[in-house]
């Protein structure tokens, strides 16, 4: 016999067994990447867990497995949920994409969710917020209020993720403030808190007053307030106990209200694959209180630009925008489709400096 | 008073019992952790041991063990036998990374070619890869009397930013829409080392592990650079008078320790792993220079170490998923592991006896 | 591109902070390397002292009393080392690993409620005057009490080494214990000692990341750290001055390759960042003409049969 149709025979054997016991427990496991206590990717995704035991209470069940390897070993671990009764399984890194699509081929029964990658199929979904959205509105904040014109930003590893939030952020804060610059660093890793504050650093001795970050950790938040006069915003956690200054706003990874949705809808009974790219308006995408830090004419521009973006009457990439190199990107009014947002790999007009190639 | 006495010839008895008081003693020592941590010492235990080999879904873990276990035989083979000379290779973690690197860009060149060569052609890349990084510090301590240790282990940082090097610039997946990380060997058909046997755990890397056990055993037992690898460890300078040349045995070591570390990787990135990424390195190199210790430098022991510390990660994960307990306890349990091994092994060298105080 | 951005007397400021952890680390190091030792636990150690002092601040409210808290747990988490090496006779390179291992599964159980948490803050020296000063202000009166700390303790470990009987008696028994062992010195208590040292600076080093430099608790959050301190004292060729110096062009490296890239200078990350890594490389190789400089009992068992 094949090892798939074992696995196949005994999954459905054990979700024949699981369903007789106990019809009314669902099993959800989850996948991190880091600890739980990294407090910022997988802290958040751990969050989303709990409201997920808070939501539903006896009638789930949840599982987690923290600092498993891109490769064989989360391939490993899935399977093991699979085989151990689980229903819907969340896979929370894009380094965990060819396994989860392996593992869920040979469990047809069991619901995969893949964070942040692009390959579906009949029991595969994947889900990604709009992070750009909330760069939208950092930036229209930052380019209102720095006062030296000069904004920096951390940036970890030039992928599209982060150079899409580059570019939001810069297009919103040149639209209120023409003589905005950028300057981007790039540290090179995911996790190094050293780093990250030797980056922030280094910008804010180069004159930059606003700091955007990509990392998670508070360390650019600390150097910040170190310094005096920079303003900072919270970076996968709302990062609170640095407000209301320098950090006076934050974007916060809430993944709360699709665990719990998608844990209902394998409940239901009604689950599909699907490719959800949320953003302000589903709440994946939470913008921290922005602090009084900001002036009131600031802070209601930027509520109002995430009015707009929350109830979709505003695109964050609409033209005319061009790309660095001068060509034209998107004609006046036009708005970017998701496929060229999802690659990004340029950066819009302005924006001096080169992407690392 | 507690004095310790050299023993004239190891013990042979304690050299066998030692490995398993320790793994009793860890088990002890970590069913307390995970009581303090609030759970069933006895069921955590149990899952971390019991469950990947007998449980209800070992016919899928045993597979899991090779696959976990062979890099980790394969890489330990080969520092052993450097070990055992002194050769003091710490940088099998980074020979990993460039022999992965390497044979992934030999087999990505052929993309997409189909041929039955191209795969032998990855495995001696992968090869060569590992043994051109464990030269460095081979030439370098030959012509310049530099530390192995050091430059061994300053090259893993170097191999770690080739790494990222290599995903996000000249082996990035083309169509990959932007997102680092090279194509997946896996769905290259020429380039995939799968299993040969569906389902079984056996791809090619286990069976070089395989070989490379009796390799050792072979040159080790019945061979004159198996005993002048063990002559230069024990008495140096009985060596020399034996008529060794120790540059010959550094380059042979760190070269052979070397070209194994990249073996490994090689066949982990075209097999289970499929692609280069960033994060393709997970410590194998590393957990290596364990196993190798754990293994007493013993090729049988190697083999019994890596299975056992495949059963630990394995284990670990399945307790982390069913019990709940943190990935860091699993860490300290492994710690502790390695810890008693190492404590336990002064009853193999030294005779502890009980005497009256006398001032040492 | 813009080079006119960098400020020369800041940049030397924070390369100095940047230094600082792995200076105290790598000076502890020295000293356990120049009794014959070679610990390769430093990253564990470091992260066990990020995690106490971490707790113990945010407990007290005290950095000061963090730190002392960090020097204390380096020092009794390197009492595993000694109980291994130095009494149950184990190699020393795989029981410093297991030492690493340990040291980051404990840390992070030991942190787990510590995270998203900020400590209390050290105050930076401020000498009225002489804080003010241009350029020399901010470089040499600018730091918090501990960067001093660190070159104090740089000072006082050359000055150990070079002047008194302590530090002759700790060359004596890493040149060759069994001559020290002869002259009627206690190898064995003088190693542990050393490693005990090396061990509360490497804790220091560790709560300088936590409490200071970053400053928060995550998990893994010393990010090798430790291993650039081994390399260090390798580079400074087992010299505290060229320690400080070293550890200065380590940090200065990371510093001054994110002041190229906010300035605008395209260069080639990676390539820079490996750059300390080559650079030991190249130093041992040149360094190595010098053969009086590596203890010659570094690594090497002490065990008294009689």
Request: aromatic share 10%; glycine share 12%.
């Amino acid at each position: 016999m094949k090892l798939t149709t074992l696995l196949t025979s005994a999954a459905m054997a054990l979700g024949l067994a699981t369903a007789a016991v106990a019809a009314d427990k669902t099993k959800v496991g989850f996948v991190y990447v880091g600890p739980v206590g990294d407090g910022g990717w997988t802290y958040e995704h751990d969050q989303g867990r709990k409201a997920v035991v808070a939501e539903f209470g006896d009638a789930v069940e949840t599982v987690y497995v923290e600092n498993v390897a891109e490769g064989p070993d989360a391939e490993r671990v899935m399977t093991q949920m699979a085989l151990e009764g689980a229903d819907l399984i969340f896979t929370t890194s894009f380094g965990y994409m060819d396994p989860t699509i392996n593992v869920a081929k040979k469990f047809p029964n069991v619901k995969f969710e893949h964070a942040t990658g692009y390959k579906r199929a009949d029991n595969v979904s994947t889900y990604s917020a709009r992070f750009y959205e909330g760069r939208a509105v950092q930036g229209t904040i930052a380019g209102n209020m720095t006062e030296s014109n000069i904004v920096g930003y951390i940036g970890s590893y030039p992928i599209p993720e982060v150079i899409r939030g580059i570019n939001s952020a810069y297009i919103h804060a040149k639209k209120v403030n023409p003589d905005v610059q950028f300057k981007i660093v790039w540290a090179f890793t995911w996790f190094d808190p050293a780093k990250e504050a030797d980056a922030a650093k280094v910008l804010i001795e180069q004159g930059a007053d606003v700091i955007l970050q990509h990392t998670d950790s508070t360390a650019p938040q600390a150097a910040a307030q170190a310094a005096g006069n920079v303003i900072t915003f919270g970076q996968a956690s709302d990062m609170s106990e640095y407000g209301p200054s320098p950090r006076v706003s934050s974007i916060i990874d809430n993944w709360a209200p699709y665990y719990v949705a998608r844990t209902q809808a394998v409940m239901d009974g009604t689950w599909a694959s699907t490719d959800t790219w949320d953003g302000i308006g589903a709440g994946m995408v939470g913008i921290g209180e922005i602090s009084d830090a900001v002036p009131a004419d600031v802070k209601e521009a930027a509520l109002a630009l995430k009015a707009s973006l929350a109830d979709g009457s505003y695109h964050a990439f609409t033209g005319p925008l061009n790309k660095q190199d001068g060509s034209v990107w998107l004609a006046d009014g036009e708005t970017s489709d998701d496929g060229t947002l999802a690659g990004m790999n340029f950066f819009v007009e302005g924006i001096e400096g080169d992407i690392p190639q | 008073m507690i004095r310790l006495e050299k023993r004239p010839q190891p013990s042979r008895a304690w050299s066998l019992a030692t490995p398993l008081v320790a793994v009793l003693a860890t088990m002890l020592f970590g069913g307390v952790l995970f009581a303090v941590l609030g759970k069933d010492p006895v069921e955590a235990i149990r899952t971390i041991f019991w469950e990947p080999l007998f449980g209800e879904f070992s016919f899928y873990y045993r597979p899991q063990l090779l696959i976990k276990g062979a890099p980790l035989v394969l890489i330990a083979i080969g520092l052993s036998l450097g070990f055992k000379a002194g050769i003091w290779n710490i940088g099998a973690e980074g020979q990993y990374i460039m022999g992965a690197i390497v044979g992934a860009a030999v087999g990505l060149a052929f993309y997409p070619y189909e041929a039955w060569y191209i795969f032998p052609l990855m495995v001696i890349g992968g090869a060569l890869g590992g043994w051109a990084w464990a030269m460095i510090p081979a030439v370098l301590k030959v012509r310049f009397g530099t530390n192995e240790i050091l430059v061994s282990l300053m090259l893993v940082y170097v191999a770690e930013q080739l790494l990222a090097s290599a995903s996000l610039r000249f082996l990035k997946n083309p169509e990959g829409f932007g997102f680092p990380g090279s194509r997946n060997l896996q769905s290259y058909e020429s380039a995939f080392n799968a299993d040969l046997i569906e389902g079984s755990g056996m791809h090619w890397g286990v069976v070089a592990a395989l070989i490379a056990v009796i390799f050792a055993y072979i040159l080790l037992n019945r061979h004159m650079l198996g005993f002048h690898i063990r002559l230069t460890g024990e008495a140096p300078r009985a060596a020399r008078f034996a008529g060794v040349n120790p540059s010959r045995l550094i380059l042979l070591c760190l070269g052979m320790s070397g070209a194994l570390a990249g073996l490994a990787g090689l066949f982990e990135v075209s097999g289970p792993a499929g692609q280069i990424s960033i994060d393709f390195n997970v410590g194998y190199g590393f957990t290596a220079i364990i196993v190798a210790f754990l293994g007493r430098l013993h090729p049988v022991g190697i083999l019994l170490a890596g299975g056992l510390m495949a059963l630990t990660y394995i284990g670990g994960d399945i307790a982390q998923s069913n019990l709940g307990l943190p990935s860091a306890a699993i860490q300290v349990f492994q710690g502790m592991l390695l810890f008693f091994l190492l404590a336990l092994d002064l009853l193999t060298n030294y005779r502890v006896t009980l005497r009256t105080s006398e001032v040492a | 591109m813009d080079l006119s951005a960098i400020n020369p007397v800041l940049l030397i400021a924070s390369l100095m902070v940047a230094a600082t952890p792995i200076l105290l680390a790598a000076i502890g190091e020295l000293v356990v390397e120049k009794s014959g030792v070679l610990n390769l636990g430093v990253e564990g150690m470091m992260i066990i002292g990020a995690v106490s002092g971490f707790a113990i601040a945010v407990e007290t409210s005290s950095p000061w009393l963090g730190f002392i808290a960090s020097a204390a747990a380096g020092a009794v988490f390197s009492l595993l080392f000694v109980l291994l090496t130095q009494v149950a006779q184990a190699n020393q390179v795989a029981s410093g690993l297991a030492l690493t291992l340990s040291g980051l599964g404990l840390s992070a159980l030991l942190g787990q409620n510590y995270v998203g948490i900020r400590p209390p803050q050290m105050g930076k020296l401020d000498i009225p005057l002489l804080s003010d000063l241009p350029v020399v202000g901010p470089i040499l009166f600018g730091h918090d009490p501990i960067l001093y700390i660190g070159i104090a303790l740089t000072a006082g470990v050359w000055a150990m080494l070079k002047f008194t009987r302590a530090g002759l008696v700790l060359r004596a028994v890493g040149e060759n214990h069994d001559a020290a062992h002869a002259l009627g010195y206690k190898v064995i208590r003088i190693r542990i000692l050393a490693i005990m040292f090396g061990g509360a600076c490497a804790g220091l080093g560790g709560a300088y990341i936590s409490l200071i430099r970053v400053p928060q608790w995550t998990e893994g959050m010393t990010a090798g750290v430790g291993w650039i301190a081994l390399a260090l004292v390798v580079f400074a060729s087992w010299k505290p001055w060229r320690a400080l110096l070293g550890a200065y062009l380590f940090g200065g490296v990371t510093v001054v390759q994110l002041n190229l890239q906010a300035a605008g200078v395209a260069i080639p990350v990676e390539y820079l960042a490996m750059s300390p890594y080559v650079i030991t490389i190249v130093v041992l190789v040149i360094l190595s003409a010098d053969k009086s400089s590596a203890p010659a009992a570094l690594g090497r068992n002490f065990h008294a049969s009689r």
